[in-house]
């Protein structure tokens, strides 16, 4: 792995830290007070600030998985630099896109 993406994936860990325990506490909190996911949504719907926090989290995480499964194609499975950063990008790709297409699901009305 080279130092600019190791710095990538480090720097993205420690910002997803404290969104991960973030997002856990909201868990937490729907599940002690039984929230119904319509309860959920009635709270999510039309909010600037959870849709630019879990898509902020969303591209965080897609930067981060796609770099560490492009170091495991490569180290792992013997894959060339360059058959591992397409699967790599592709896989970065679908995550950005299915993960912002899930966000916009919960928060756009």
């Not at 080279?2 to 991960?20: C, D, E, F, K, S």
């Not at 930067?63 to 060339?80: C, D, F, M, P, T």
Request: proline share 2%.
């Amino acid at each position: 792995m080279n130092v600019r993406l190791y710095l990538w994936q480090r720097g993205t860990a420690a910002v997803m830290l404290p969104m991960i325990f973030i997002h856990l506490i909201v868990i937490y909190y729907a599940m002690n007070h039984q929230l119904t996911a319509a309860e959920i949504l009635s709270r999510t719907r039309a909010s600037l600030a959870w849709g630019l926090f879990y898509s902020f989290f969303v591209v965080l995480a897609s930067i981060h998985a796609s770099i560490g499964v492009g170091n495991i194609l490569r180290e792992w499975a013997g894959l060339k630099s360059r058959a591992s950063e397409f699967a790599a990008s592709a896989l970065g790709v679908a995550l950005l896109v299915l993960g912002l297409r899930a966000v916009a699901a919960v928060v756009l009305p």
